[in-house]
């Protein structure tokens, strides 16, 4: 058997080194745990972005599978299969929308959704061919195709893949006097995080996020809200949009919604937006396959039968209160929102990276962002006594 170093070397020689992982080599995981190549034991403070918000091989989405997976698997869109339509029912009721198009990574969804907005705009706004425009946030994520990284306003995202693609203007994100401020008759919709998660989480002013809102529908442009990894459970409701009860015309939808199992994304809308596509318009061999129908309907039961969301809520407001007790010079600033944590590091008084790598000898797994903030964010099937456990080895670290 190989050792951690062979395991870590190999992937360094044939893998593109576009992630820094932690030196940690895992091979097992199980509810909010994982465990390395040695053994060791680790608690889970990542939920791979939210993609393993069920937990690590929850029994129920594997049993869905194994079933699914001796049955049918792929069938592509080119026929029905006996799956999606189940699947696409329960997801749009789940978060109150009209119709659903699924394809598989995040990015993925963030792109069908704005090609859904610019047709939009052509056919129902009437703005001139090629003229459209979609206005999003300063430090906004929503993945890394050429496409969205053409509005990112992170300079590593960028660098070296221009030129990029025209038709995008970016707002201060949380200020909505200039998001009224660049709308314009060729705006056919605003695109933006709830919470931005990448960044760091960045909660927005209060009301912020049903002002802007308010602005989309008084000048006839969409708002499109990427719930990527805020979605789903994570901020203690099904939605991070539902705490301002902010209904946009479309939601995106991704990570979560595999139950930790498979790529599964979505974008889900009204019948006004999504109706803009027509056969061959759009497209996914993946997207919609049975087996995902499958993983992601059970995935939405496992959320509302095992009460995670509420969970969530309950554990996120408790575990925030524990991380703003701790003082230390260091630690500028702790903001949430459910399970979805950010501990703002100053860069000049200690590395958010040597943080991390103290916090895996402890046996916790998190990961810095933008080499400035530590991120908590634990399957939400996580238990009280497993967070206190947390808490404890946490404080020994940054104490």
């Given at each position: 058997?190989?050792?951690?170093?062979?395991?870590?070397?190999?992937?360094?020689?044939?893998?593109?080194?576009?992630?820094?992982?932690?030196?940690?080599?895992?091979?097992?995981?199980?509810?909010?745990?994982?465990?390395?190549?040695?053994?060791?034991?680790?608690?889970?403070?990542?939920?791979?972005?939210?993609?393993?918000?069920?937990?690590?091989?929850?029994?129920?989405?594997?049993?869905?599978?194994?079933?699914?997976?001796?049955?049918?698997?792929?069938?592509?869109?080119?026929?029905?299969?006996?799956?999606?339509?189940?699947?696409?029912?329960v997801l749009c009721a789940f978060?109150?929308?009209?119709?659903?198009?699924?394809?598989?990574?995040?990015?993925?969804?963030?792109?069908?959704?704005?090609?859904?907005?610019?047709?939009?705009?052509?056919?129902?706004?009437?703005?001139?061919?090629?003229?459209?425009?979609?206005?999003?946030?300063?430090?906004?994520?929503?993945?890394?195709?050429?496409?969205?990284?053409?509005?990112?306003?992170?300079?590593?995202?960028?660098?070296?893949?221009?030129?990029?693609?025209?038709?995008?203007?970016?707002?201060?994100?949380?200020?909505?006097?200039?998001?009224?401020?660049?709308?314009?008759?060729?705006?056919?919709?605003?695109?933006?995080?709830?919470?931005?998660?990448?960044?760091?989480?960045?909660?927005?002013?209060?009301?912020?996020?049903?002002?802007?809102?308010?602005?989309?529908?008084?000048?006839?442009?969409?708002?499109?809200?990427?719930?990527?990894?805020?979605?789903?459970?994570?901020?203690?409701?099904?939605?991070?949009?539902?705490?301002?009860?902010?209904?946009?015309?479309?939601?995106?939808?991704?990570?979560?919604?595999?139950?930790g199992y498979l790529p599964i994304?979505?974008?889900?809308?009204?019948?006004?937006?999504?109706?803009?596509?027509?056969?061959?318009?759009?497209?996914?061999?993946?997207?919609?396959?049975?087996?995902?129908?499958?993983?992601?309907?059970?995935?939405?039961?496992?959320?509302?039968?095992?009460?995670?969301?509420?969970?969530?809520?309950?554990?996120?407001?408790?575990?925030?209160?524990?991380?703003?007790?701790?003082?230390?010079?260091?630690?500028?600033?702790?903001?949430?929102?459910?399970?979805?944590?950010?501990?703002?590091?100053?860069?000049?008084?200690?590395?958010?990276?040597?943080?991390?790598?103290?916090?895996?000898?402890?046996?916790?797994?998190?990961?810095?962002?933008?080499?400035?903030?530590?991120?908590?964010?634990?399957?939400?099937?996580?238990?009280?006594?497993?967070?206190?456990?947390?808490?404890?080895?946490?404080?020994?670290?940054?104490?």
């Amino acid at each position: 058997m190989k050792n951690e170093a062979a395991y870590i070397a190999q992937e360094n020689k044939w893998c593109a080194q576009n992630y820094h992982p932690l030196p940690v080599v895992l091979s097992k995981g199980e509810g909010a745990w994982l465990w390395d190549i040695k053994g060791n034991k680790y608690l889970d403070m990542m939920s791979a972005y939210s993609a393993v918000s069920h937990g690590h091989c929850h029994p129920r989405i594997l049993k869905a599978l194994i079933q699914q997976a001796g049955q049918l698997t792929m069938c592509s869109r080119a026929y029905y299969n006996d799956k999606l339509g189940e699947f696409l029912e329960v997801l749009c009721a789940f978060v109150d929308m009209e119709m659903a198009l699924p394809m598989n990574s995040g990015v993925e969804a963030v792109e069908t959704a704005l090609k859904a907005a610019r047709r939009w705009g052509y056919k129902h706004k009437k703005i001139p061919d090629n003229q459209a425009e979609i206005i999003v946030m300063r430090g906004n994520f929503h993945g890394r195709t050429l496409g969205v990284v053409s509005f990112s306003t992170e300079e590593d995202y960028r660098s070296g893949f221009g030129p990029f693609l025209p038709g995008f203007k970016v707002v201060p994100f949380g200020d909505a006097k200039a998001l009224a401020g660049a709308m314009t008759p060729n705006t056919c919709a605003v695109l933006t995080e709830p919470i931005q998660g990448e960044a760091g989480i960045y909660i927005p002013p209060p009301g912020w996020l049903k002002e802007i809102e308010g602005i989309c529908k008084s000048n006839n442009v969409l708002l499109l809200l990427d719930e990527i990894q805020s979605g789903l459970g994570r901020t203690g409701k099904i939605l991070a949009c539902d705490h301002e009860n902010v209904k946009p015309d479309a939601v995106i939808l991704g990570k979560a919604l595999g139950g930790g199992y498979l790529p599964i994304s979505a974008v889900v809308g009204s019948k006004e937006l999504l109706s803009v596509f027509d056969y061959g318009s759009h497209g996914s061999t993946f997207g919609g396959n049975p087996l995902a129908a499958v993983v992601g309907l059970e995935a939405i039961k496992i959320l509302q039968e095992e009460s995670l969301i509420e969970r969530s809520a309950d554990l996120g407001d408790y575990f925030l209160k524990a991380l703003k007790q701790i003082k230390n010079p260091f630690v500028k600033e702790v903001r949430g929102r459910g399970l979805w944590i950010g501990v703002d590091i100053d860069p000049n008084l200690k590395s958010a990276r040597v943080l991390c790598e103290e916090l895996m000898k402890k046996g916790i797994l998190s990961k810095e962002t933008h080499e400035t903030v530590i991120r908590f964010a634990p399957p939400l099937v996580i238990s009280k006594n497993a967070l206190d456990w947390a808490i404890d080895r946490i404080g020994e670290v940054f104490g």
